[in-house]
Nanobody, 123 residues
Framework: VQLQASGGGLVQAGGSLRLACRAS????????LGWFRQAPGKEREFVSS????????YYAASVKGRFTISRDNAKNTMYLQMDSLRPEDTAVYYC?????????????????WGQGTQVTVSS
């Protein structure tokens, strides 16, 4: 599986961005998917995940109520709608495909990772 993340950029605090992650080479419709992020000098952290059918989704406490994860299995694509962005959301955002169908917040449960897309939120 190859993952291509897009949609990052520079936005002012309070603004919105929509990230997309498109998978190629094989279908990801049977796998849970996730978004993680890594800020400079910090460890990679969980942002959100979604189960294979999209029925279950989870969010880190820091983004809950502001971010929305979704997927379109027909397009082999996952999205992360980010609203009310804050400077502390600044990071490289990575999409990932889990080994199984259940949502997970653990990076070790994911075996395919995208290259990352930079999100910068100015104050």
């Amino acid at each position: 599986v190859q993952l291509q993340a897009s949609g990052g950029g520079l936005v002012q605090a309070g603004g919105s961005l929509r990230l997309a992650c498109r998978a190629s080479r094989r279908t990801i419709s049977n796998n849970a998917l996730g978004w993680f992020r890594q800020a400079p000098g910090k460890e990679r952290e969980f942002v959100s995940s979604i189960s294979w059918r999209g029925g279950d989704s989870y969010y880190a406490a820091s983004v809950k109520g502001r971010f929305t994860i979704s997927r379109d299995n027909a397009k082999n694509t996952m999205y992360l709608q980010m609203d009310s962005l804050r400077p502390e959301d600044t990071a490289v955002y990575y999409c990932a495909v889990a080994r199984g169908s259940r949502s997970s917040s653990f990076p070790s449960d994911y075996n395919y990772w995208g290259q990352g897309t930079q999100v910068t939120v100015s104050s």
